[in-house]
Antibody
């Protein structure tokens, strides 16, 4: 069974940075695209960013473009999200999500349990 | 990019069928066959139930089926069971490396 474990969430002040990590196991990590999707508790889902299997394609939602950077390390089976210039509206539970296949244009197959990011002064 | 429109709630008695709609535009649902449906139980992460409009991942009961007509996609749950009570979200690829989710539907089993 696919396992995705997020870490790095926490409380941070507006304008500061945070880095999320996602450790993947029980599947061939370097064969699949990966994404980050966020959800304000009690609210709906919002796609944030995606990365192809070989990091050739990096894509972002307009709401985070220029502030967030997605990356992956296939040798370490890990996905990352560097979040800079954080805003209060970035407060959410951030899910690490496996794509159905290798390209960024895909459905979201398996989800981690999420890392809570709270941006507040 | 606006969220896809779903009814806030849907309900049915055990054994009945319920259909949830997901309305987008000709730039997302209407243009691409990357429509997916996710079930989210309270306190849990979403789980993929339908992808590429009609495909079911292994382990998902065949009571769940997806379809699309024009700019509207639909999820039908046949033979409703108590365990189907959850929030359901649709999503669609929206072109230009962008995705959009639906507003979510709470399904209640009466």
């Amino acid at each position: 069974e696919v396992q995705l474990v997020e870490s790095g969430g926490g409380l941070v002040q507006p304008g500061r940075s945070l880095r999320l990590s996602c450790a993947a196991s029980q599947f061939s990590f370097d064969d699949y695209a990966m994404h980050w999707v966020r959800q304000v508790p009690g609210k709906g889902l919002e796609w944030v960013s995606g990365i192809s299997w070989n990091s050739d394609s990096l894509v972002y939602a307009d709401s985070v473009k220029g502030r967030f950077t997605i990356s992956r390390d296939n040798a370490k089976k890990s996905l990352y999200m560097q979040m800079d210039s954080l805003r209060t509206e970035d407060t959410a539970l951030y899910y690490c999500v496996k794509g159905v296949d290798f390209g960024v244009v895909t459905s979201f197959d398996s989800w981690g349990q999420g890392a809570l990011v709270t941006v507040s002064s | 990019q606006s969220a896809l429109t779903q009814p806030p709630s849907a309900s049915g008695s055990p054994g009945q069928s319920v259909t949830i709609s997901c309305t987008g535009t000709s730039s997302d649902v209407g243009e691409f066959n990357y429509v997916s449906w996710y079930q989210q139980l309270p306190g849990y992460a979403p789980q993929l139930f339908i992808y590429e409009v009609t495909k079911r991942p292994s382990g998902v009961p065949d009571r769940f089926s997806g379809s699309k007509s024009g700019n509207t996609a639909s999820l039908t749950v046949s033979g409703l069971q108590a365990e189907d009570e959850a929030d359901y979200y649709c999503s669609s690829y929206a072109g230009s490396n962008n995705y959009v989710f639906g507003t979510g539907t709470r399904v209640t089993v009466l």
